[in-house]
């Protein structure tokens, strides 16, 4: 697998375009690069509500933006509204779109309550609207259906939305979708004592739902009952079996069209696991026969369907990415030694510079998102060298 050089001087960052849109935990959507267009997603120049903006990557122009509030380009008054989140979808014709939670103002305030879902196309116009209510936090689509969810503790369901016209297809009652993984929908049903809580959070039994039709194929739910998904490719689902957030526990690969087990990965955090969505899952596990912040790479490829461990061990414990089968690992600072990132290939041989003081935020074949390790503060945007 040959090298990767990305360009330590940025083309442009996120303070530089007018928004001046951030990354913020309370907003924790990451940037994504399609083509040479990025969407980003975050706090806004006023630190407190969120903004989206569609900008030019070469360049660092925005090509359309919507602050909170500001009416939507559909004529009939709705508004863009934050709930923490957006969704891309793809659509026919290989184009894009984004979708975004709506609202109307209210008088006398000028508040905007959520109110239901938009389609918005890669020019800013509405496609469609739609009534469902609740965040964008936890969602899935697919070439035909996105799968949002709507409601409450008490009636939450998933919801299946035709991606051409914005009409609702089917309810799963019960559930929160996370990715689609093969004709499976692959769900989570809260516990009670997380289900009202932040969905970072969230645990529970995992589900398998078929997508066309919203019928059960699988629930977890007797053998792991705080389980959460982590990340697909293909087939696989990647899964926490006793999740808790920033703690090493056992993970493991499921078959999305049966919920059949694979594969056991060991133990690991879930920041340090991750999926390409299409051909490779993967964790840094801790090895404990080496010296302290030495990880092995254990990964399972989708044509394959058994763990490899990689040839070499590496020095980063967070896997922030995977694309191409390259995995972008940051490391955590150890006294002189710096914070950075690191592109290896599943056996570790580095294939990039190490760059300072930065994590990876998104990745394509032409360009790098990097944002600070805490989290917060401005996305930059770099080239990929050839």
């Not at 399609?34 to 903006?53: E, K, P, Q, Y």
């Not at 019960?174 to 809580?197: D, F, H, K, Q």
């Not at 982590?230 to 999740?243: C, N, Q, S």
């Amino acid at each position: 697998m040959e090298p990767i050089k990305v360009d330590p001087s940025p083309l442009w960052d996120s303070d530089s375009i007018p928004l001046k849109i951030g990354y913020h935990q309370r907003f924790a959507t990451r940037p994504e690069i399609r083509g040479d267009t990025v969407i980003l997603f975050g706090t806004g120049d006023d630190l407190r509500t969120s903004a989206l903006a569609v900008v030019d990557a070469p360049i660092g122009k925005p090509l359309w933006s919507y602050r909170e509030g500001e009416r939507l380009r559909s004529g009939k008054g709705e508004a863009f509204v934050s709930t923490g989140a957006i969704k891309t979808v793809d659509l026919p014709g290989g184009r894009w779109g984004v979708l975004v939670v709506f609202g109307f103002p209210t008088k006398p305030y000028g508040l905007v309550e959520a109110r239901g879902q938009a389609l918005l196309a890669q020019d800013g116009q509405v496609l469609w609207t739609s009534p469902i209510d609740g965040s964008l936090t936890a969602m899935a689509a697919n070439d035909k259906t996105v799968f949002t969810w709507r409601g409450s503790n008490a009636d939450r369901a998933t919801v299946a939305i035709d991606i051409a016209t914005g009409k609702r297809i089917w309810d799963n009652i019960g559930s929160i979708p996370y990715a689609v993984a093969s004709g499976t929908v692959v769900s989570l049903r809260p516990t009670p004592e997380t289900a009202g809580g932040n969905l970072d959070d969230q645990a529970g039994a995992i589900t398998g739902v078929d997508s066309a039709t919203g019928t059960q194929r699988w629930d977890l739910g007797a053998r792991y009952p705080k389980a959460r998904p982590i990340a697909t490719a293909g087939h696989l689902v990647l899964v926490h079996t006793d999740y808790a957030k920033y703690e090493a526990r056992r993970v493991i690969v499921l078959d999305a069209r049966t919920g059949t087990e694979i594969a056991d990965l060991g133990e690991a955090p879930s920041d340090a696991c991750g999926g390409d969505g299409r051909t490779i899952v993967a964790c840094a596990v801790r090895d404990r026969s080496a010296p302290a912040y030495q990880y092995d790479l254990r990964s399972v490829r989708a044509d394959e369907g058994r763990v490899h461990i990689s040839a070499r061990t590496v020095t980063a414990g967070r896997i922030d990415g995977i694309w191409a089968g390259r995995i972008f690992l940051t490391d955590f600072p150890m006294g002189k030694h710096p914070h950075g990132t690191t592109i290896v290939d599943r056996e570790g041989n580095q294939l990039s510079q190490k760059l300072l003081m930065l994590g990876t935020a998104a990745v394509s074949d032409t360009y790098v998102a990097v944002q600070q390790p805490s989290g917060v503060g401005p996305i930059a945007i770099h080239r990929i060298v050839r």
